[in-house]
């Protein structure tokens, strides 16, 4: 087989995989690689993207955006667990950018007594590297008359469960 002929053979088989199902978005892979990047640093295994819960934080940033100017969403009632991250920039936040913010809590969280330092949250961090959690969606709504964004992560299943440890 030549060359050019073996080259061409694999850059379709390459775009194949890329446009077949289960294949991520350029925006779901920045989540899905921040989340599994921090997973990996406490030895947990990746999270897989679910096109599921990425339409369910869809519909929720939608409606914050419609109806609430971006403010943070009421995640009590949900079946998922959810990370959300407020920002005062029309632009929106990078989706690793989003991630890494709730990574950052990670300094606050004492793995040997599980809890947080006084004074301090570590949920959102919990949630990112929760070992039980396999599936992520996330999305983000831009308010441009309020100036404003609000990203939406939900995992599946929930983390922070009351009483274990993360990891």
């Not at 060359?3 to 694999?10: A, D, I, P, Q, V």
């Amino acid at each position: 087989m030549q060359r050019s002929t073996l080259f061409s053979l694999l850059l379709l088989l390459a775009m194949f995989l890329l446009v077949s199902e289960g294949a991520t978005t350029p925006p779901a892979k920045e989540y899905l690689d921040a989340h599994n990047e921090a997973r990996a640093a406490v030895g947990v295994q990746p999270l897989s993207w679910s096109d599921k819960l990425a339409n369910a934080t869809s519909l929720m940033v939608r409606y914050q955006r419609n109806n609430m100017a971006c403010q943070f969403a009421n995640l009590t009632a949900s079946k998922y667990g959810g990370n959300q991250l407020w920002s005062g920039s029309a632009a929106g936040v990078a989706p690793r950018t989003a991630v890494e913010e709730w990574v950052k809590e990670k300094e606050f969280y004492n793995h040997s007594s599980n809890t947080c330092v006084s004074n301090h949250e570590c949920g959102v961090y919990t949630q990112v590297v929760w070992r039980n959690t396999v599936q992520l969606g996330c999305s983000q709504a831009i308010c441009v008359k309020d100036k404003a964004s609000l990203t939406i992560c939900f995992y599946d299943p929930p983390g922070n469960v009351i009483g274990e440890s993360p990891y």
